[in-house]
């Protein structure tokens, strides 16, 4: 069983910039892909960004490319999601993701994650 908690959501205004962490309780964290995906009020869950097991890649939806930075803490078994330039946009709801089976061509796919956090809270005002 894994248990994923996020925290780091907040109201920020345009521009401003903040870190989500996400604390996983996982054994053999490292082989893990962990994500993030973010949904907003009214749309679909949608794919923020990824980085691929223990292989270090990271993977970022054309609407972050730039502005937002996964990382992965394998020895305190962390996630963070550091988002710069914030946009109005980028409000929702942000969701940590993690799955050890997933394979690279599914790592934008909501359905591929077997475990997922409660949510954090991200609005951006313009």
């Known amino acids: 069983q894994v248990h994923l908690v996020e925290s780091g959501g907040g109201l920020v205004q345009a521009g401003d910039s903040l870190r989500l962490s996400c604390a996983a309780s996982?054994?053999?964290?490292?082989?893990?892909?962990m994500a993030w995906f973010r949904q907003a009020p009214g749309k679909e869950r949608e794919f923020v960004a990824a980085t691929f097991r223990s292989y270090g890649r990271t993977y970022y939806a054309d609407s972050v490319k730039g502005r937002f930075t996964i990382s992965k803490d394998t020895a305190n078994s962390m996630v963070y999601l550091q988002m710069n330039s914030l946009k109005p946009e980028d409000t929702g709801v942000y969701y940590c993701?993690?799955?050890?089976?997933?394979?690279?061509?599914?790592?934008?796919?909501?359905?591929?994650?077997?475990?997922w956090g409660q949510g954090t809270q991200v609005t951006v005002s313009s």
């Open positions: 993701a993690g799955d050890s089976t997933i394979i690279l061509s599914s790592i934008f796919d909501v359905r591929s994650y077997d475990y």
């Open positions: 996982a054994s053999g964290f490292s082989r893990y892909t």
